[in-house]
Structure formats: structure tokens, C-alpha cells
């Protein structure tokens, strides 16, 4: 079964350069959520999206940082003008509808960003 | 705001027991949860209690939860080196997630 699915894997980039960090959610899960995981620490929440509801942005760090989700279902965070703090692990994770009886994160393997 | 806080390592004999503490501060928390993490990969759910429960066991692992105290611990009996991992701590009111540190755990031969 497909669970959530993340690319790249890993990507390294320049300094000042765009990156584009895809998330594939599981069919049918309403929420989807982007954290962030900097070495040896805990999970900085980014980004919120539940349905067609405006998202929830107050995790995002600064204007560099936008996410977007289509048609509900696939989602893409990007962070422009790349800074060397911005190297971290990002991690996807979905949700389904809220009668699910666990309320559960099901999360991807995440995109590694090595920023130089 | 809320946080959620855990001791960062846990060193353990293999067999021996673990046990892995957590508080928090959301008092409105519905759902508490643990998950692991293995290296190179993403966040799974271990298990997970209600905050109107106390106690809760499956197979080697039991979660205990003190709501008075916001305290929430997870033991797992007969630690093997596959239970080697990173173990993070989370509450949740059923729309908003807050992790801690985690905990890695590192089982010795």
C-alpha cells in the first residue's frame, strides 16, 4: 500500500538557490502537515493544511519559506534564497477525517536539504 | 505556548527494561503518543493513549499516564537491539501536533 511519499531525498544546493520539496499524501487523508528536524533536534512544526480550509502558517521561520497544496492532495514546500541554517530534514506527514478514532500522523521517509 | 520535554538519551543492557519519560503542558491534550524513529527514516507510531486513560499495554510495551502531573512514560520490557531508536513524545488536541526532543535509545549488547 502506498504510504507517503517524499522527493527528493536528498538534495544539496548552493547557497541563495530555490529549492522545491515535494509530499505525497495518502489517498484520501484530509490533513497534511510539513515539519522540520535540524540535527539532534525535535520536530519544528512548519505548515498546516486541512481540507480546503486556509492553511495554518504560523511554524513557517521567515518569507523565504511557502507551501502550497492542490487539489487537496499533493503538496510542495519551497524555500528560496537557500541559507546554510536551512539545512534540516523535512517531513511530510497526513492525516485522515478527524472520525479516524486515533487522530495519527502517518509521516514519509522526509527530504534531506544540505544547504552549502 | 505548549512543550513537551524528555530527557535527549537512554542507554539500556539488552533484556533489561526501558523506560522513557515525558511531561507536558497541554492540559486540553486529547491524544499522547509515541513514536519511533528509526535511522534514515521517518516518524511510526507506536502506540498512543487518550488522556481518560491511565494505563495502556501492548505485547512488551506499557504507557502510563498521570494527567494530574502531565507526566506520560513509556516502558518496553526486554529491550532488544532492534528497539534501538530515537523515541519521540507528542500530544495532540486532534488538530495540533507538539513533538519533543525525543529520546534515543540505545540498547547495549
Known amino acids: 500500500g502506498a504510504g507517503v511519499s517524499q522527493s527528493p531525498s536528498n538534495k544539496v544546493t548552493e547557497k541563495g538557490k530555490d529549492v522545491e520539496l515535494r509530499c505525497d499524501p495518502i489517498?484520501?487523508?484530509?490533513?497534511l502537515y510539513w515539519y522540520r528536524q535540524s540535527l539532534g533536534q525535535g520536530l519544528e512544526f512548519l505548515i498546516y493544511?486541512?481540507?480546503?480550509?486556509?492553511?495554518?502558517k504560523s511554524g513557517l521561520p521567515s518569507d523565504r519559506f511557502s507551501a502550497e497544496r492542490t487539489g487537496g492532495s499533493v503538496s510542495t514546500l519551497t524555500i528560496q534564497r537557500t541559507q546554510q541554517e536551512d539545512s534540516a530534514v523535512y517531513l511530510c506527514?497526513?492525516?485522515?477525517?478527524?472520525?479516524?478514532?486515533?487522530?495519527?500522523?502517518?509521516f514519509g521517509e522526509g527530504s534531506r536539504l544540505t544547504v552549502l | 505556548g505548549e512543550d513537551v520535554e524528555q530527557s535527549l538519551f537512554l542507554s539500556v543492557r539488552e533484556g533489561d527494561s526501558s523506560v522513557i519519560n515525558c511531561t507536558y503542558t497541554?492540559?486540553?491534550?486529547?491524544?499522547l503518543y509515541w513514536y519511533k524513529q528509526e535511522p534514515g527514516a521517518g516518524l511510526q507510531l507506536l502506540t498512543y493513549i487518550f488522556s481518560n486513560m491511565d494505563m495502556k499495554q501492548d505485547q512488551r510495551l506499557t504507557v502510563l499516564l498521570n494527567k494530574k502531573d502531565k507526566h506520560l512514560s513509556l516502558r518496553i520490557a526486554d529491550t532488544q537491539t532492534g528497539d534501538s531508536a530515537i523515541y519521540f513524545c507528542?500530544?495532540?488536541?486532534?488538530?495540533?501536533?507538539?513533538f519533543g526532543p525525543g529520546t534515543r535509545l540505545s540498547v547495549l549488547p
Open positions: 506527514a497526513s492525516s485522515p477525517p478527524q472520525t479516524s478514532n486515533t487522530g495519527e500522523l502517518f
Open positions: 507528542a500530544e495532540s488536541d486532534g488538530q495540533n501536533f507538539v
Open positions: 489517498s484520501g487523508h484530509t490533513a
Open positions: 493544511f486541512q481540507g480546503n480550509s486556509a492553511p495554518d
Open positions: 497541554d492540559s486540553s491534550s486529547t491524544y
